[in-house]
């Protein structure tokens, strides 16, 4: 059990540019989520996979926003037109859902600036 | 919509002294689940402690230990014989056990440990 990974750690772009990041759950976690945390505040959630059906997404994500769980396993978060507002930490989380005893591990995140 | 605060931006202990991080809650719901999460500087957040609004008893794991005071939708960490190795953000979380497995955090806690 490797934990959660994600690619690149740290990205810099220019606004306009597209970006796409990349989360690799815990083998066998059936559900994955997306959050954005910002300098000084929680994480807050975006979207949340249980396998390759995206089951809820946030107000936050807007139409510049999608993300993807091809087969079930690793997610793709891409970002179009970025803009200087979405500077922030992307992070995503995997769980094993099963029962009422979930839990989430996060990945170490990745940091984006948008200059 | 559930929300948790965190009113204390940031808290000192000294090191082997016993510190108390705060966390209020709101919410309409009965069941549910509570959490502390730490976040070191740099570096992935990590489950610190869980709690389950239908279990009476305040959950313990080692020096980590919380009061959960259900009617006063409040969820306080105790920090015992604090190590150097605690310094971190610590956020306070919550997780509904309705439709959707989605985190709502707090605006975290930075904890200093002084030796």
């Known amino acids: 059990d490797t934990g959660v990974s994600q690619d690149p750690r740290h990205k810099i772009t220019k606004r306009g540019q597209n970006v796409t990041f990349r989360c690799d759950p815990i083998s066998e976690h059936n559900r994955l989520y997306w959050y954005r945390q910002t300098l000084g505040q929680g994480p807050e959630f975006l979207t949340y996979?249980?396998?390759?059906?995206?089951?809820?997404k946030s107000r936050l994500l807007s139409d510049r926003f999608s993300a993807e769980r091809p087969k079930g396993s690793f997610s793709t978060l891409e970002i179009q037109r970025t803009e200087q507002g979405d500077s922030a930490m992307y992070l995503c989380?995997?769980?094993?859902?099963?029962?009422?005893?979930?839990?989430?591990?996060f990945g170490p995140g990745t940091r984006l600036l948008v200059l | 919509a559930q929300t948790v605060t965190q009113s204390q931006p940031e808290m000192s202990v000294q090191e082997a002294e016993t510190v108390t991080l705060s966390c209020t809650y709101d919410?309409?719901?009965?069941?549910?689940?509570l959490f502390w999460y730490k976040q070191p500087p740099s570096r992935q957040m990590i489950l610190v402690i869980r709690q389950e609004a239908y279990k009476q008893q305040n959950a313990t794991e080692n020096r980590f230990s919380v009061n959960f005071q259900k009617a006063a939708k409040s969820f306080s960490l105790k920090i015992s014989d604090s190590q150097l190795g605690d310094a971190a953000m610590y956020f306070c979380?919550?997780?509904?056990?309705?439709?959707?497995?989605?985190?709502?955090f707090g605006a975290g806690t930075i904890l200093r440990v002084k030796s």
């Open positions: 979380a919550y997780r509904t056990m309705e439709y959707g497995n989605k985190l709502v």
């Open positions: 919410t309409s719901e009965s069941d549910y689940y």
């Open positions: 989380a995997s769980s094993l859902g099963r029962g009422r005893q979930e839990t989430q591990y």
């Open positions: 996979f249980q396998n390759e059906a995206q089951l809820e």
